[in-house]
T-cell receptor, first 112, second 113 residues
């Protein structure tokens, strides 16, 4: 079964707006990662946050992690049409830092 | 570097046929894995390997077989294809250094009729 549930399942925003996606997971984790998937393509790693970190930034991306609530959020600021994609969170647990368990994803549409 | 490569890109099989999906990486990564992605869903782990000669099962291993004879290659074998195995298959690899982020291949779209 999937580790994470993502919310919302789909999101449509105007170019220039911010997009926020949320991820909840079930078990204790080693780290949480976010990936992007353009339609029909492979996944691309965006950002990784470790279990002892609360916030991380990379360019227009901001990720937060709340281990007490077992949840994470991905914020994309000043969105562009090129950000249109599906976004997945994935976790590794304490027993295996290699095995990734994925959430079901959020489909983001950025309208020009 | 080519990164992670997968062949073929597309494949159609009849029920009961067998085939091998190829995956190779040129980054000297010790960890490799196979996922399947069904429509509108995230990826589910089929099998993984933490090094040459070592493989283990993921969430959905039934009907699939793997081996890892070299660091570079990690083929996935479908023993007797079933329509339920219609999916997109992704191979990924990860190195020892860094945060263990994974690098994905472009995928193989498999249809079983």
């Amino acid at each position: 079964s999937q580790q994470g549930e993502e919310d919302p399942q789909a999101l449509s925003i105007q170019e220039g707006e911010n997009a926020t996606m949320n991820c909840s997971y079930k078990t204790s984790i080693n780290n949480l990662q976010w990936y992007r998937q353009n339609s029909g393509r492979g996944l691309v790693h965006l950002i990784l946050i470790r279990s002892n970190e609360r916030e991380k930034h990379s360019g227009r991306l901001r990720v937060t992690l709340d281990t007490s609530k077992k949840s994470s959020s991905l914020l994309i600021t000043a969105s562009r049409a090129a950000d249109t994609a599906s976004y997945f969170c994935a976790t590794t647990d304490m027993d295996s830092s290699y095995k990734l368990i994925f959430g079901s994803g959020t489909r983001l549409l950025v309208r020009p | 570097n080519a990164g992670v490569t997968q062949t073929p890109k597309f494949q159609v099989l009849k029920t009961g046929q067998s085939m091998t999906l190829q995956c190779a990486q040129d980054m000297n990564h010790e960890y490799m894995s196979w996922y399947r992605q069904d429509p509108g869903m995230g990826l589910r782990l089929i099998h993984y390997s933490v090094g040459a000669g070592i493989t283990d099962q993921g969430e959905v291993p039934n009907g699939y077989n793997v081996s890892r004879s070299t660091t570079e290659d990690f083929p996935l074998r479908l023993l007797s294809a079933a329509p339920s195995q219609t999916s997109v298959y992704f191979c990924a690899s990860s190195g020892r250094t860094g945060g263990r982020e994974q690098y994905f291949g472009p995928g193989t779209r498999l249809t079983v009729t």
